[in-house]
Nanobody
Framework: QVQLVESGGGLVQAGGSLSLSCAASGRAFSTYGMGWFRQAPGKEREFVAS???????????YYAESVKGRFTISRDNAKSMVYLQMNSLKPEDTAVYYC????????????WGQGTQVIVSS
C-alpha cells in the first residue's frame, strides 16, 4: 500500500504560479504510476496530469488539454515525491487537487491523498 499527502495549495492571483507536492509513504514508490486530479465546486473530479512508473511502456507524462503548456508533473523516486508545477494560473484552475497512485497502466488509481485547495483569484 501507499499513503499520499499533498501540500502546497493556497491562494494566488491569476497569472501566478504555485507548486504542489505529494509525499508518498510505503514500499516501491518508483513502481507506481502517479497522477494529479482536481475537483472544482459542483463539478466532477477530472484528470490533470500523470507520470509513468519506472519500466512502463509508452510516453512518460500526460496532461489534460486545459493545462498543457502551463503545468509540469515530475517525480523524485529517491524522495518518494511527486510534484505539480503550475504556471500561468487561471481562475478556472481553482479546485481541490488530489495526488493519486496506481500499480499498473491498465488499472485505476488505487490510492488517493486528502487533497489540497488551490484558489486562483481574478
Amino acid at each position: 500500500q501507499v499513503q499520499l499527502v499533498e501540500s502546497g495549495g493556497g491562494l494566488v492571483q491569476a497569472g501566478g504560479s504555485l507548486s504542489l507536492s505529494c509525499a508518498a509513504s510505503g514500499r516501491a514508490f518508483s513502481t507506481y504510476g502517479m497522477g494529479w486530479f482536481r475537483q472544482a465546486p459542483g463539478k466532477e473530479r477530472e484528470f490533470v496530469a500523470s507520470i509513468a512508473a519506472i519500466g512502463w511502456s509508452g510516453g512518460s507524462r500526460y496532461y489534460a488539454e486545459s493545462v498543457k503548456g502551463r503545468f509540469t508533473i515530475s517525480r523524485d523516486n529517491a524522495k518518494s515525491m511527486v510534484y505539480l508545477q503550475m504556471n500561468s494560473l487561471k481562475p478556472e484552475d481553482t479546485a481541490v487537487y488530489y495526488c493519486a497512485a496506481r500499480r499498473s497502466q491498465t488499472t485505476r488509481y488505487d490510492y488517493w491523498g486528502q487533497g489540497t485547495q488551490v484558489i486562483v483569484s481574478s
